[in-house]
T-cell receptor, first 115, second 113 residues
Framework: EPEVTQTPSHQVTQMGQEVILRCVPISNHLYFYWYRQILGQKVEFLVSFYNNEISEKSEIFDDQFSVERPDGSNFTLKIRSTKLEDSAMYFC?????????????FGPGTRLTVL | AQTVTQSQPEMSVQEAETVTLSCTYDTSESNYYLFWYKQPPSRQMILVIRQEAYKQQNATENRFSVNFQKAAKSFSLKISDSQLGDTAMYFCAYVTSGSRLTFGEGTQLTVNP
């Protein structure tokens, strides 16, 4: 069964450093998402991406964040200058349609620890 | 604003028994889906069940079923014959066309032997 994959599973970085989180969505999906979950809290939406551009972003997704689909398979989230409060689990998700609501399938997540 | 509320932060059940997790939501949309996701200690988000709002019939997936009350904006999850592997955080979530998933706060379910 096709699945969303994410690398790395755990990333440790120093405050102020740049990190890139990588995702490979399900191959025939067209809509891609990033969510984050701070430990002990609910899952929060960051950004959605379709047709090589951002379709929606939350107030969390400020100028330090960016997303990119550098090739036909990868979807990345870059955090330019990490802060302590960026420590969280980051989930990538994908779905196949947007004209109607659709199921979003999640990757296993990347645990980001900012020291 | 779209909101999802899970009023039970924690629940426990004995193995082989049945448990129901509650969820309410608020929306003015007519076309939406509702989901229950399971998050075990590994923290992976696993889809448990989906309900399309236009369907009157409640969704079922093996031991998991929902009670969807559209007028009341209620969407509860029933787990029958609970197993130890069902121990996890359960999130109720909502989505409309091409948009973000909105999650509830989660319910931590513990299945006791």
């Amino acid at each position: 069964e096709p699945e969303v994959t994410q690398t790395p599973s755990h990333q440790v970085t120093q405050m102020g450093q740049e990190v890139i989180l990588r995702c490979v969505p399900i191959s025939n999906h067209l809509y891609f998402y990033w969510y984050r979950q701070i430990l002990g809290q609910k899952v929060e939406f960051l950004v959605s991406f379709y047709n090589n551009e951002i379709s929606e972003k939350s107030e969390i997704f400020d100028d330090q964040f960016s997303v990119e689909r550098p090739d036909g398979s990868n979807f990345t989230l870059k955090i330019r200058s990490t802060k302590l409060e960026d420590s969280a689990m980051y989930f990538c998700a994908s779905s196949s349609t947007s004209g109607n609501p659709d199921t979003q399938y999640f990757g296993p997540g990347t645990r980001l620890t900012v020291l | 604003a779209q909101t999802v509320t899970q009023s039970q932060p924690e629940m426990s059940v004995q193995e082989a028994e049945t448990v129901t997790l509650s969820c309410t939501y608020d929306t003015s949309e007519s076309n939406y889906y509702l989901f229950w996701y399971k998050q075990p200690p590994s923290r992976q988000m696993i889809l448990v069940i989906r309900q399309e709002a236009y369907k009157q019939q409640n969704a079922t997936e093996n031991r998991f079923s929902v009670n969807f009350q559209k007028a009341a904006k209620s969407f509860s999850l029933k787990i029958s014959d609970s197993q130890l592997g069902d121990t996890a955080m359960y999130f109720c979530a909502y989505v409309t066309s091409g948009s973000r998933l909105t999650f509830g706060e989660g319910t931590q379910l513990t299945v006791n032997p």
